[in-house]
């Protein structure tokens, strides 16, 4: 039977337990940081922790800033999210980004989830993630997934860089890609809180070569404030945290059925 779930804070060793279709997910908190993201990532998973999808990353932020339960929305722990996290720092997601020259056949956008925690350390062959996403999916605006969803490729003709209008993350390939089709629908909620346009920096690669990059959450500042969307961080900053993920259940404490 579908369900849907209600957020929750639960203390002793603190989660947030955030519901992302039949499952729920159990962000550990606090998060690592602040600090660069290949110390946060090693610490998550010296811990014995999971790094977040893209996708789980976004459903997160849209339960602390729009959840329909108080008891979570109005949490300390959410609050820091909002305020010591977006407000003051950053959200590191744990996702590979690799822009493939403009000049090629089929340019675009490659996102690998960096589930093992290495970040730019290596060159990934575009050759293997082609492989990995045959036989996948393609979905909205012609993003294709792998049938594990870990690997997505998004066409440059997708993607906006600088500002969007409100609404329009849902249809932009480099969210869709990082995000997940649901989670950029639950991005354009979270930018809906925010008085700006969301802004993203994407990469301009004029090059002969791919070039990776790494991809973070925060607010963007212009003449008010909007949700920022970097796609080409190094990591190297100091402002970023990352959440480590204690699992995912599929318990029926806390569900009613769909209406």
Not at 12 to 19: D, E, I, Q, S
Not at 202 to 207: F, G, K, L, P
């Amino acid at each position: 039977m579908n369900t849907t779930a209600t957020p929750r804070i639960e203390r002793g060793a603190t989660y947030l337990v955030v519901p992302i279709r039949e499952e729920k997910a159990k962000f550990v908190f606090p998060p690592i940081g602040p600090g660069s993201y290949d110390i946060a990532v090693k610490e998550v998973l010296a811990r014995g922790l999971k790094l977040p999808t893209g996708e789980q990353t976004a459903f997160l932020l849209n339960e602390v800033y729009n959840s329909n339960a108080p008891q979570f929305k109005d949490s300390s722990e959410a609050e820091f999210v909002r305020k010591n996290i977006i407000k003051d720092g950053c959200l590191r997601v744990p996702n590979i980004n690799i822009w493939t020259p403009k000049r090629v056949e089929n340019p675009g956008l490659y996102v690998v989830h960096d589930e093992n925690g290495k970040g730019l350390s290596e060159k990934i062959d575009t050759n293997v993630l082609e492989d990995r996403l045959s036989g996948g999916s393609t979905e909205r605006q012609g993003v294709r997934f792998s049938r594990d969803r870990k690997v997505a490729f998004a066409p440059l003709n997708t993607i906006t860089a600088g500002s969007h209008i409100k609404g329009a993350l849902a249809q932009d390939g480099a969210y869709i890609a990082n995000y997940g089709v649901e989670g950029a629908v639950r991005l354009d909620k979270v930018d809906a809180r925010f008085a700006l346009n969301p802004y993203s920096f994407v990469v301009d690669n004029t090059e002969n070569d791919q070039i990776q990059s790494l991809s973070a959450l925060d607010r963007y500042w212009l003449d008010s404030v909007g949700l920022g969307a970097d796609f080409i961080s190094n990591g190297a900053d100091g402002y970023g945290f990352v959440f480590g993920l204690a699992g995912s259940d599929l318990s029926a404490e806390g569900t009613a059925p769909k209406k």
